[in-house]
């Protein structure tokens, strides 16, 4: 994306839209073009306002934001999808990120860092850092079920043998530059290997590329 990122945000308490549209107001390369207070509305407003990256809230009362963001996502073109949340959802975190949500912030998110990270997932990376992202992973797949572990390992069957070492490093949260260095790859080399496994998998996100590994114990 290039130029002005534009956002919508979702969330059923008008106090919050209005303290992130406030937040958010005066920067030049951020712009708030509407709001939704229901995951029933986000696809009018998804197809009124046209924004790059939607703003989820998960707790809302008649659609949450979690069944919002998977009936968005499977959409051709869908906008990326942040989910706000807070770290006792773990479970919904997960269930967000696998629907292909770009990543999740807390309410009581820093303005600052809320700015960095909607700029990250704008430029296509997950707005996760890679410490942060092996931290979820670990908590939120701790009880990885059989029947989901096969179905990835067929998945990952796919793969070739240098794709499969590329998903485990994502797996362990290793950035591109990281990815490279282990891997004796150049940086274009490595996101051209995860375009490819985002293809090969049917995939949205580099997170969900991380979450396929640690189901099948690619990335222990």
């Known amino acids: 994306m290039a130029g002005v990122i534009r956002l919508l945000i979702v969330d059923d308490d008008p106090l919050v839209r209005a303290g992130l549209s406030m937040m958010l107001a005066g920067l030049d390369d951020l712009r708030v073009v509407g709001e939704a207070a229901d995951g029933t509305e986000v696809p009018a407003a998804v197809a009124a306002h046209t924004p790059d990256i939607v703003l989820m809230d998960i707790r809302m009362p008649r659609m949450d934001g979690l069944a919002a963001t998977e009936l968005l996502r499977r959409r051709p073109g869908a906008p990326e999808v942040v989910v706000l949340t807070t770290f006792d959802a773990d479970e919904q975190v997960l269930r967000a990120l696998r629907a292909g949500a770009s990543g999740f912030l807390l309410k009581d998110t820093p303005p600052a860092e809320l700015v960095r990270a ?28 059989a029947a989901r572990a096969a179905r990835a ?3 990952l069957g796919r793969l070739t043998a240098r794709e499969r070492e590329v998903a485990a490093a994502i797996g362990q949260g290793l950035s591109n530059a990281e990815i490279g260095v282990r891997l004796h790859m150049s940086v274009a080399t490595v996101k051209a290997y995860v375009s490819r496994l985002l293809a090969k998998l049917e995939l949205n996100n580099r997170v969900q590329i991380a979450l396929l590994a640690h189901d099948t114990g690619l990335a222990s």
């Open 118 to 145: 909607l700029r990250r997932v704008a430029t296509g990376e997950p707005m996760l850092s890679p410490s942060v992202t092996r931290q979820l992973i670990d908590q939120v797949t701790a009880g990885t079920g």
């Open 153 to 155: 390992q067929q998945v």
